[in-house]
Structure formats: C-alpha cells, structure tokens
C-alpha cells in the first residue's frame, strides 16, 4: 500500500522557520516526481515546490521563491520542505504528493496524496 504521511507543521510567528517532512512507503517514493501543495481556507490547493527524483531538478512557486527550498532523501524516503522567513500568508494545510509520470504544478496530474500538515503564521 503507497503512502504519504507529512509532519512538521504547526504555530509560528512572521519571520520564522519550519521544516516539513513527508514519509514515503511502497511504491510512491520511487514515482519521478514528489512535490508540496498547499491549501488556504476558502481557496484552491495550489503548487509550492517540486522535484525530480534524482533530485536535481526543482521548481517553485513564485510565492515562496527564495524562502522555501525542497529536498529528498531517497536513503530515508522522505521528501523535506524548508520553510524560511515565513508570512502570515503562507498559513495553510500542506500537502505532500507524488506524480509517476509528470513533472508540473497540476494538482491533477498528482497521483498519491497525504492528508496535509497545518501550518499557521501569526502576524
């Protein structure tokens, strides 16, 4: 069974750092692609950060470019987002998702999900 757990999220102030972790099993850490989305009340998940397998290509979203930076570690099948400088409106549940043959910010083309970590930031 292929499964995704996140942890590390919780309460912080403007300007703080968190750090992510989304544990793999079976089959899902050896997909292509790993990436975080996250979702805000009221609004639609959308795309953070990704990466491929071996690593070495990533992309992010424009919002938290320069702030978050995504890493894996295939030795502990587990996929990290740093999260540095943080702003009240990066307050979301974050997801961690796995793609086997895609690499973009569709949520849709996702095909393995956790069930998401709180991250809230007060002003």
């Known amino acids: 069974q292929v499964q995704l757990v996140e942890s590390g999220g919780g309460l912080v102030q403007t300007g703080d750092s968190l750090r992510l972790s989304c544990a793999a099993s079976?089959?899902?850490?050896?997909?292509?692609?790993m990436g975080w989305f996250r979702q805000a009340p009221g609004k639609e998940r959308e795309f953070v950060a990704q990466l491929t397998r071996n690593g070495r290509e990533t992309t992010y979203a424009d919002s938290v470019k320069g702030r978050f930076t995504i890493a894996r570690d295939n030795g502990k099948n587990t996929v990290y987002l740093f999260m540095n400088r943080l702003k009240p409106e990066d307050t979301a549940v974050y997801y961690c998702?796995?793609?086997?043959?895609?690499?973009?910010?569709?949520?849709?083309?996702?095909?393995?999900w956790g069930r998401g970590t709180q991250v809230t930031v007060s002003s």
């Open positions: 998702a796995a793609s086997n043959d895609y690499y973009g910010s569709d949520v849709g083309r996702y095909d393995t």
């Open positions: 079976g089959r899902a850490f050896s997909s292509p692609t």
